[in-house]
């Protein structure tokens, strides 16, 4: 009788010169589905609606929730990087690759995409079974490059426990979903035309 050999394939690193734009989007959206669906599946187990993590119990509120947030974000993020080196904030090229050459409308779909499918994860399922200081940790951990140093690390962090915080204020997922868009997207559109000026 033959004997089959299965072959494992060999996952390595890959850094920003081996990425094509292809293979990052793909990595991209395949990551954030696999993100919707773990968070979908893991609400479902809780015994929740998914749905109702959308309400807005308190009206139009959690728009200012999420843009009050994002504005003491992005003046923190201002103060920092210019007290520090710009190879301390380095996330090794993936934001530039990411948005320098991508088209508007493709800007606002990926921040999209990746508030919506990050927040019903991290706050929707797992901040409700861990709370907002450990889900604010495996926030960080997930965003593996800027693990290098510690500032950038240590930002993901608060960043996370901020929205965690107007996730729990607000009543809504609503809340940090603007904040995240609005953070991402703002980012991305910044890096996209500081590259035509």
């Not at 050459?101 to 999209?112: E, K, M, S, T």
């Amino acid at each position: 009788m033959k004997k089959f050999k299965f072959r494992v394939p060999k996952l390595k690193q890959a850094t920003p010169d081996q990425l094509t734009d292809r293979l990052l989007l793909i990595n991209l959206y395949l990551t954030q589905g696999l993100t919707f669906i773990i968070g979908l599946i893991w609400i479902l187990f809780q015994k929740r609606n998914p749905l109702e993590l959308f309400i807005a119990h308190k009206g139009d509120y959690f728009v200012a929730w999420g843009l009050g947030l994002a504005g003491v974000m992005f003046l923190i993020d201002f103060v920092v990087s210019r007290l520090t080196p710009e190879e301390v904030m380095d996330d090794g090229g993936i934001n530039n690759m990411l948005f320098q050459n991508r088209p508007v409308w493709h800007i606002v779909l990926i921040a999209a995409v990746v508030a919506v499918c990050e927040e019903l994860l991290f706050r929707g399922a797992i901040q409700h079974a861990f709370g907002a200081y450990w889900t604010s940790i495996l926030f960080a951990v997930i965003h593996v490059r800027y693990l290098k140093h510690w500032i950038p690390t240590g930002w993901v962090f608060l960043s996370s426990y901020g929205l965690g915080y107007i996730y729990i204020h607000s009543g809504t997922l609503l809340a940090p979903i603007v904040c995240h868009f609005a953070i991402d997207c703002i980012s991305g559109l910044v890096i996209r035309f500081r590259r035509e000026s």
